[in-house]
């Protein structure tokens, strides 16, 4: 069964043909870390989790890339606000990121670049465009000459004339052109600032994505993701620097997710209608989220209201309980004539199931055919109940439904708790007390066999043994009542 991808470049959906077969590589643009993550953010990592986990599942060898921007104008302004350096802003909600990431079962990317570990690929990869003619410097300022690109635009599909109506200089620019953007910003005082051939100064947005795809994953990637709000501009500068360095395509597929909004209203900090991860992971389990992201299609708004989060509780019970009912039916006497069994629903389920995940990731109706399923199980599950028995056949197809169930569920969706749980410190104190009671045994072993080698005069296999011990941190105490250890 072949994939089909909505590309937004071509603005069609078309048969997903990796550039090496096999083989995937995915670049999502990241979060800027100046705040915690709201749904908004959430929608986008839970959309491209399944995205990735969906390719991993067709049989490819996927390489994921996410990056955190951890220098920009918005961390900046909040490390002056609390007159931090911008390094404790970043850490502080790189750290509140991986929370959220835990939490919600968000799997780690492969590769997750930070721009400031990046800035020597990133001054190469804008002298590279000075060099080529495409970017010119003003007073410490790099910008992109946009008119110099002659397919600017086709991936937001808007025209020079279009952007040019919209095109402003901001206060401090100094661009010869209102449509171009910067590459590298001259650093004010008291900024974060790195040395370039242009002098000291940052990175624009735009930049930092190309440089990083391009050392991690190379000129050409296969897919390109984010939300949608990023198709123009960040997307569209980062297709035309990379193309106009390349002449080659950088991105095969763009993928872009729908926004998430509160009465019709996209969610985000500056209009104050956010709601946080955090607020939703202390109230609801995380893939009550992640159900309610994939029950719309990743490229439709999503409304989100606390009510739709409720109802969608239900339907997430209803999906749990359909798979632990087995245990019901199991404690069922054996009736062989219960004539029902669901091994045709199974199939067909199995088959849609799969059908609307390869037509562009269309989870909707992917559940739509898991909640036919569960229709299916609960009308056995009452006639076997009514009953009061049910036949091998019927109670093994049961099984096997919510198995089908479980499985696709778990491994697609990340639900029902696919990950590893994080660290459970109970857990680590108790294997490190197992570690030092096997060790304290060990070292009394080793004390006896020293002091049956100086029993018998071999005081160089005795010595070894002390000084081997006193080298992992034990030190031995002869003393008129034995020998002691303590730990250095
Ligand atoms: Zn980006």
New binding site residues.
Partial sequence: MSLKIHNTLTGKEEEFVPINPGEVKI?V??VTVYDVNHVGHGRSLIVFDMIRRYLRYLGYNVTFVR?F?DVDDKIINRAKNECVPFTVIADRYIKSYYEDAENFKIEPADIEPRVTTHIPDIIDFIQKLVDKGYAYEVDGDVYFSVRKFKEYGKLSKRSIDELIAGARVEPGEKKKDPLDFALWKASKAGEPSWDSPWGKGRPG??T???AMIFKHLGETIDI?G?GLD?TFP??EN?LAQAEALTDRPFAKYWIHNGLVTVNGQKMSKSLGNYITLKEIYEKYHPDVLRLLVLSVHYRSPLDFSWEKLEETKKAYDRLKNAIEEVKILEKLPENPDFEYHLYDQIAKAEQDFYASMSDDFNTPEAFAAIYGLVREMNILKDKAVKEGGISKKALQSYKEAADLIYKTTRDIFGFFDSLKPCVDVEEVKQIEKEKSAIDEELVEILIEVRNKARKEKKFDIADYIRDSLKEKGIILEDTPVGTKWKKA
């Fill in positions: 670049y643009c990241g990056n921007t947005w735009h930092e994505c190309c390109h984010g990023l960040h997307h980062e």
